[in-house]
């Protein structure tokens, strides 16, 4: 499948904002199963930019704009062609979870950072799932369920800052918080798991040529021989219709766009996510 993505998004100021320095994460990464055909970043006030890798492997593109300015727009539009394989059955065993190797290669996978710091019960259900399986990857799928089958997705419920003991807490959260749950206790019981950013087309035939509004998703990897991707939002292995854009240990390695500024407050953000299949 050939989708077409535009990420536009808008800063108002309260006045002029005399500078402003910024990271965009927002150009999807080339893997085997997703090749980036096209993608381009257009940012207004004409700013100053510089692209290079983070340390994740993800295409960053630093800019400033130093002009006085009371709006600032980011807009970006790729072209990517997915082309996803079957996900392996489970395989690595526990004991080789437990390896030095291993937990030195994804260290920064198992560690348990404060956004996704699972609540003491969660953390007891998460330890008695990994008892009962016997393999990682089995827990690791029965794990996500139970924060399908528990937390309710409810938009607006939670904020960007939310962490996952207060998802848990509430029962409610966005894919961002699900995500940041799931990992939370998937790194509880020593299997390595990471935050994914991207899209995905809401269609389950998404019909070629015609636009649909989209929005940022998010999803987790485990590792398994390989890294395993599954969406805990919507109980599902993603399929052709998602576009990864990025990989981290949480939100904060991803943030579509980040950055400083000086000058008046703001007075509003508006984001819009477009895709539209070409093939």
Request: charged share 20%; with cysteine; aromatic share 10%.
């Amino acid at each position: 499948m050939q989708l077409r993505v535009v990420h536009a998004t808008r800063f108002d100021y309260d006045g002029k904002a005399v500078a402003s320095y910024n990271q965009a994460r927002l150009t999807p990464v080339t893997t085997a199963e997703q090749i980036v055909v096209h993608t381009r970043l257009e940012v207004t006030p004409k700013p100053w930019t510089y692209d290079y890798r983070d340390y994740f492997g993800t295409a960053v593109t630093a800019f400033e704009v130093v002009d006085p300015h009371d709006t600032m727009t980011v807009t970006a539009s790729s072209t990517v062609h997915v082309s996803r394989t079957p996900v392996p059955p489970a395989s690595v065993t526990w004991a080789e979870l437990a390896e030095r190797e291993l937990a030195d290669r994804w260290v920064e996978y198992l560690t348990v950072r404060d956004p996704v710091t699972p609540p003491e019960d969660f953390a007891r259900r998460a330890g008695e799932i990994a008892a009962g399986a016997e393999l990682p990857g089995q827990a690791a799928r029965q794990l996500c369920d139970l924060v399908t089958e528990e937390v309710q997705y409810v938009a607006g419920a939670t904020h960007v800052h939310t962490k996952a003991t207060e998802t848990w807490q509430q029962r409610a959260g966005v894919c961002q918080d699900m995500a940041h749950l799931a990992l939370g206790g998937l790194r509880s019981i020593g299997i390595p798991a990471r935050y994914v950013s991207g899209y995905f087309h809401p269609s389950p035939e998404p019909e070629v040529g015609v636009p649909v509004a989209g929005a940022s998703h998010a999803w987790v990897e485990w590792w398994d021989n390989g890294w395993h991707p599954f969406d805990v939002t919507s109980s599902l292995e993603p399929d052709d219709r998602y576009v990864v854009l990025a990989t981290g240990r949480d939100y904060d390695d991803v943030k579509p766009v980040s950055g400083i500024y000086s000058g008046a407050a703001t007075t509003g953000m508006h984001v819009t996510v477009e895709l539209t299949r070409l093939a």
